[in-house]
């Protein structure tokens, strides 16, 4: 499943991200690059998919 992810807010060195697809999904990441990992996890967590069924898709 494909999500496209953008960054709701950035404070105290935390990244809060979303998806469009998932909108109740919620995850923090501490870096950029730490986004789709973070993602990944929150999304399998909500779907109950394995984490790699997710592919993230960012334009930040």
Known sequence: MKLNAYISSASDGLFTVKTLQL???TAH???I???????RCAAAAICGQPP???????DF
Do not use: K, Q, S, V
């Open 23 to 25: 909108p109740e999904l």
């Open 29 to 31: 990441a501490g870096t």
């Open 33 to 39: 690059d730490d986004i789709p990992h973070a993602l």
């Open 52 to 58: 790699e069924d997710f592919e993230i898709i960012t």
